[in-house]
């Protein structure tokens, strides 16, 4: 928390978890010295929350310690770890909305944590507006790219049905989405040509200007 008072509160979501930049002088001390508040999270999978190591057989149970598969089984028991992170979010954004009251909200998000930020941000109105840096600008990437980088966190079945990722951003109008960088499925920054996204920079930065400006 900033020593100051403060109107502006960022919840920030990064792919390796809450505790990668709360040293002295880092990105996260540096928004609190600015006035900015900051809560940095684990959602499901990340950080303190990665899935448990199993008490079986370490020989066995290593290589089904990954992401991957317990994204997998998320999709086999139709409770998918987009949808358990978009969860987590939107609780986190209940819970800070409610705590500070006054406080305009906004989300962070980096790499894969982009899409979960993206849902959940549609689904709260108090999420004021949203930065999403090396985004994955759709999902129809995914299906025409066949070697694909991506994670399998972020696959949902038979969404292009119904929607995309572009066509979510623009339901937030007129709260801002700010896109830096977005990548296709292979993980290749796109210019601003190629990329569906009105509020676009091709510069995917993560640092103290990026952030401060939100």
Not at 189 to 198: F, K, Q, V
Request: glycine share 6%.
């Amino acid at each position: 928390l900033p020593k100051q008072a403060w109107t502006r509160l960022l919840l920030v979501l990064e792919p390796n978890g809450r505790n990668g930049r709360w040293r002295e002088d880092e990105l996260y001390p540096q928004l609190a010295a600015a006035g900015i508040a900051v809560c940095a999270a684990d959602v499901r999978g990340t950080g303190d929350l990665a899935p448990q190591f199993s008490p079986g057989a370490a020989s066995y149970a290593r290589p089904h310690q990954s992401e991957e598969n317990y994204a997998w089984a998320g999709l086999i028991l139709g409770r998918g770890l987009l949808g358990q992170r978009v969860t987590d979010i939107l609780a986190f954004a209940a819970a800070l909305a409610h705590a500070y009251p006054a406080a305009r909200l906004s989300v962070a998000a980096l790499d894969k944590m982009t899409v979960p930020a993206l849902c959940a941000a549609a689904l709260h109105p108090r999420i004021a507006s949203l930065y999403l840096a090396r985004h994955l600008v759709s999902w129809r990437s995914l299906v025409e790219t066949e070697d694909y980088s991506h994670p399998l966190a972020n696959f949902v079945p038979n969404v292009l049905a119904a929607t995309d990722l572009p066509a979510i951003a623009r339901s937030i109008a007129p709260r801002p989405v700010i896109v830096a960088g977005a990548v296709d499925a292979a993980g290749r920054l796109l210019l601003r040509s190629a990329a569906p996204y009105e509020n676009y920079r091709e510069d995917p930065a993560w640092d103290f200007s990026a952030l401060s400006r939100l």
